[in-house]
């Protein structure tokens, strides 16, 4: 399994956070419940928004003019996406 590095420092951020619930006197169960309800919901949330953008995207964005390349061609500018096609 390859971790990302970003999913390593979620991981880690999210262990310092449980052994900050289990110092404040909280009991293990608790604290662990707590810790992989904010690590699923922060995984939730990113996914979302990765999905979010991918859709608002599209094909991408196009250089000349900044808006959404949409089939393979710029809606305001004409311009074909990819010269070579």
């Given at each position: ?18 052994i ?44 000349d ?18 010269k070579?096609?």
């Amino acid at each position: 399994m390859a971790y990302e590095k970003r999913e390593l420092l979620l991981i880690g951020g999210v262990l310092f956070f449980m052994i900050g619930l289990l110092g404040t006197g909280l009991s293990l169960i608790y604290s662990v419940i707590i810790a992989v309800a904010i690590y699923v919901g922060i995984k939730a949330y990113v996914g979302k928004r990765k999905h979010a953008l991918a859709k608002q995207l599209g094909q991408g964005i196009c250089a000349d003019c900044g808006s959404k390349v949409e089939g393979g061609k710029c809606p305001k500018c004409d311009t074909n996406w990819r010269k070579d096609n």
